[in-house]
């Protein structure tokens, strides 16, 4: 059996990178729009590259690859411009990941460097929810997963496709038979469990793990159960601490990968991540400036009559002024609203 990895190029000049074991029959899916996501609404698409593996795996590997590069890259694979394609690699920027020594790692107690958690996966049955689960976690800084027994063996054709591009936390997964050779160098190990399964054990939200862990000497592990029942006794009885969150008794039932990014969200409050771009609103506009605003209003208002009757027009006026000075209007905007209200005292030919 054959298995392709194919570029195509969409009408809004983008590409899109897949792959598939019947390549004709796919891009007649992607042509009519019968795939939904990234092509359908980008129409029509044209097949620039194809390879083929004779492999599920190494076509999956391919096409992590490929997804990850940069346009021009992907137009240099297109054209044939190998030498190109070689430079490209070459001056790629270095990402660093938890994985490098030392990095991602927090003061602890008497100086010493607090390692970040690891993430063991106990017994996981479906390979999407493993990659979902990677998924999560790289989204805030973690990238060492262990998987124990996972049921349909590793690696997993169906985990690359969920993880969304978090291929080095896959990459990286380690094995093991046991929970307990998973955790043997772990000094602080917590299950997660929403019941505490008759086993007596300090129990913690994530918050108060987070906390914990930044603040402890030696490798702390996060485990979690497998997707239809959870932690086993056995698994959570070998834990030091039972992690567990509020939540509606009357459907306690959080996916995998819900539950890993609780945890991993609040162990990232103690590191510093890179934040999404914010937008600088400027400085509040002086107050001679929101006058001004105003009184144009008042003008504009006061010749088209709209202070009517007369005796309600100081709580007309009051009722505007407390309209305009709620919002935290800066210069840009004073400035504009006033070309508008320019605009529509003195209307100008188009």
């Known amino acids: 059996m054959s298995f392709w990895v194919y570029i195509l190029r969409c009408a809004d ?24 996501g990234y092509t359908h609404d980008r129409r029509p698409v044209e097949l620039m590259f194809a390879e083929t593996f004779t492999d599920r795996i190494d076509a999956l590997e391919r096409e992590r690859q ?38 991602n790692r927090t003061e602890g107690k008497g100086g010493l460097k607090s390692p970040p958690p690891v993430i063991v996966l106990v017994r996981p049955q479906l390979g999407e929810n493993i990659g979902k689960a990677a998924r999560a976690m790289l989204n805030f800084g973690l990238t060492e997963m262990r998987l124990v027994a996972p049921r349909d063996g ?17 990459e990286h997964a380690t094995v093991f038979e046991t929970l307990a050779d998973a955790v043997a160098d772990c000094a602080h190990v917590y299950a997660t469990t929403v019941r505490k399964r ?15 862990i930044h603040q402890a ?4 592990a996060l485990v979690f159960g497998p997707e239809r029942s959870g932690l086993e006794t056995e698994d959570v009885a070998l834990a030091r601490t ?35 771009t914010v937008t600088d609103l400027g400085l509040p506009a002086p107050q001679d400036e929101l006058e001004g605003m105003i009184q144009q209003f008042d ?23 407390n309209l305009l000075t709620k919002p935290g209007w800066n210069s840009l ?18």
């Not at 990178?17 to 029959?25: F, I, K, P, V």
């Not at 490929?66 to 044939?80: M, P, Y």
Request: proline residues 7%.
């Open 13 to 36: 000049g983008s590409y899109y990178t897949g792959h598939t074991d019947d390549l004709d029959r796919c891009i007649a899916q992607h042509q009519y729009g019968e795939i939904p």
């Open 66 to 103: 490929v997804k990850d590069w940069s346009r021009k890259k992907k137009e240099a694979l297109l054209r044939g411009a190998w030498d190109e394609l070689s430079e490209a690699a070459r001056s790629r920027p270095r990402v660093s990941t938890s994985l490098d020594a030392g990095s």
């Open 154 to 170: 590793w690696p997993n054709p169906d985990a690359g496709p969920s993880a969304a591009g978090a291929d080095i936390v896959l």
């Open 198 to 212: 008759g086993v007596t054990k300090p129990v913690m939200t994530p918050e108060e793990a987070a906390r914990t």
């Open 217 to 220: 000497e030696g490798r702390s």
């Open 242 to 276: 039972i992690l567990t969150v509020p939540i509606n008794p009357e459907f306690g039932s959080l996916n995998l990968a819900q539950a890993v990014i609780l945890c991993a969200y609040e162990w990232s409050k103690g590191v510093s991540l890179d934040q999404p």
């Open 299 to 321: 003008a504009l208002l006061e010749k088209s009559g709209y202070f009517f009757p007369p005796a309600r027009a100081a709580a007309t006026r009051r009722t505007l002024r």
């Open 333 to 350: 905007e004073v400035r504009t609203l006033r070309g508008v209200l320019s605009t529509l005292g003195n209307p100008r030919q188009r």
